[in-house]
Antibody
Framework: EAQLVESGGGLVKPGGSLRLSCGASGFSFNNAWMSWVRQAPGKGPEWVGRIKAKTHGGTSDYAAPVKGRITISRDDSKNTLYLQLNRLKIEDTALYYC??????????????WGQGTMVTVSS | QSALTQPPSASGSPGQSVAISCTGTSSDVGGYNYVSWYQQHPGKAPKVMIYDVNKRPSGVPDRFSGSKSGNTASLTVSGLQAEDEADYYCTSYAGTNNVLFGGGTKLTVL
């Protein structure tokens, strides 16, 4: 069964950094485009960014609100996706999900989700 | 780019049909046939119900259907059931390698 499991969330002070991880199993991770989506408490989801499969260049794209403060990377040998968050702001407080993008169905559909890892930015 | 526009709430009685709209621009919804719809129950991760405007993943009941006209996409839930009560979100590819979410619609089954 295909599965994504996020980890690394926690409490961090404004201006701090955090690295989230997402372990994948049950599918060919190296062939998958992977995205990060966050959801602030009581709000709707927000796409944060993606990294393409290496067969499509392996490049990353980021949403405007976080561009310059985050880096998405992958280690295909470990079936693991990463999200490095820097210069964190209070408004970055959210549940962070990793997802596949257009792997199982469709174009740009976020088709497999993990359970999420919570990031709280507070002094 | 701004989020896509959805009505904050929708409702219907069991057995009825309800439609939820998702309005964007010619740069996102109107420009690509890459609209998806997600169902989210409280405390759970979103689940894709419709992709590429009107396609259903295996396992999603055919009571769920999608369509698009111009810059507005729609999700229709027919034969409403109690378990359909959830939050629903649309997304669209928005070019420049961006994905936009709608603000979400809370569907209540009366």
């Amino acid at each position: 069964e295909a599965q994504l499991v996020e980890s690394g969330g926690g409490l961090v002070k404004p201006g701090g950094s955090l690295r989230l991880s997402c372990g994948a199993s049950g599918f060919s991770f190296n062939n998958a485009w992977m995205s990060w989506v966050r959801q602030a408490p009581g709000k709707g989801p927000e796409w944060v960014g993606r990294i393409k499969a290496k067969t499509h260049g392996g490049t990353s794209d980021y949403a405007a609100p976080v561009k310059g403060r985050i880096t998405i990377s992958r280690d295909d040998s470990k079936n693991t996706l990463y999200l490095q968050l820097n210069r964190l702001k209070i408004e970055d407080t959210a549940l962070y999900y990793c997802t596949t993008e257009g792997y199982f169905v469709g174009h740009h559909a976020l088709d497999l989700w993990g359970q999420g890892t919570m990031v709280t930015v507070s002094s | 780019q701004s989020a896509l526009t959805q009505p904050p709430s929708a409702s219907g009685s069991p057995g009825q049909s309800v439609a939820i709209s998702c309005t964007g621009t010619s740069s996102d919804v109107g420009g690509y046939n890459y609209v998806s719809w997600y169902q989210q129950h409280p405390g759970k991760a979103p689940k894709v119900m419709i992709y590429d405007v009107n396609k259903r993943p295996s396992g999603v009941p055919d009571r769920f259907s999608g369509s698009k006209s111009g810059n507005t996409a729609s999700l229709t839930v027919s034969g409403l059931q109690a378990e359909d009560e959830a939050d629903y979100y649309c997304t669209s590819y928005a070019g420049t390698n961006n994905v936009l979410f709608g603000g979400g619609t809370k569907l209540t089954v009366l």
